[in-house]
């Protein structure tokens, strides 16, 4: 990625423009690793200093072709690299609920016409928590949203020791058409402590996650993604191929 100064002299101008209050999502092409090179702003901000912002709480991009998403934390922001369609035929859901921001990646290859899609929404798995979200809350609620014709039949069950077959209320959402937009299907959950747990929901869809409720969680070690890990070879190994075939072109061995 190299933008020329104005492109961030914008980013910085469009950034201050929007009040503290907003959360704000960057979307590009590019992930965070490949931002490397290139001139700055006219204040002297690289791309990595412009994302340090407080304001900024995501970074959803693409590029590498890895078979799945890459989940990556840079002090409070969260960095999303999604997979592709040509390669791994796969796309995903961002959902905004409550001022929680969930992830659901869809692999077009596992999907009928028939396929009802359905996302937990909250509470949100630990690879998605960061600064910008919200998990210390005891006293909240277990939501999924579901694309189906049919009113759905959904139980949750949390472990340890909180509840089992708890059955969510299911209540449609319309549009401003008054047209069906998905089942909002919820449940009350109060954790007596922090602490970790697990969430399985059962019935007409079934999905389990991992959940923290808390006020921090531990860190924990990320893989920084690589070529191994894509089908995009770094710019380097590239330009050394070139450079070897110059080499034969201009100094034949002969």
């Not at 961030?8 to 209050?21: A, F, G, H, R, W």
């Not at 490949?34 to 912002?53: E, R």
């Not at 690879?127 to 949750?156: G, V």
Request: aromatic letters at 14%; glycine letters at 4%.
């Amino acid at each position: 990625a190299h933008p020329p100064t104005k492109f961030y002299d914008l980013l910085e101008e469009t950034i201050d423009k929007i009040p503290e209050e907003n959360e704000i999502i960057i979307t590009d092409h590019f992930p965070y690793y490949l931002w490397k090179f290139g001139p700055k702003s006219s204040s002297g901000k690289t791309f990595h200093a412009i994302l340090k912002n407080k304001k900024i709480g995501f970074f959803l991009n693409g590029h590498l072709h890895t078979p799945n998403p890459f989940y990556m934390h840079y002090n409070g922001l969260l960095e999303i690299v999604g997979s592709d369609l040509k390669e791994h035929q796969k796309f995903s859901v961002v959902v905004i609920d409550n001022g929680r921001l969930s992830y659901h990646p869809i692999t077009l290859t596992e999907t009928r016409e028939d396929t009802v899609f359905s996302f937990i929404t909250n509470p949100l798995p630990d690879f998605l928590l960061s600064n910008h979200q919200i998990f210390n809350e005891k006293d909240t609620y277990i939501r999924m949203i579901i694309y189906a014709n049919e009113k759905p039949s959904i139980k949750a069950s949390v472990y340890p020791n909180i509840f089992e077959n708890h059955q969510l209320e299911c209540k449609k959402t319309l549009d401003k058409n008054g047209d069906m937009r998905f089942w909002l299907c919820e449940t009350a959950l109060n954790v007596p402590h922090y602490g970790k747990y697990i969430l399985n929901i059962s019935g007409d869809y079934e999905q389990t996650l991992e959940f923290t409720i808390d006020e921090k969680i531990s860190s924990y070690k990320e893989d920084i993604y690589n070529p191994i890990d894509s089908c995009i070879v770094p710019y380097e190994v590239q330009l050394a191929i070139i450079w070897f075939f110059l080499l034969i072109i201009v100094f034949p061995f002969y």
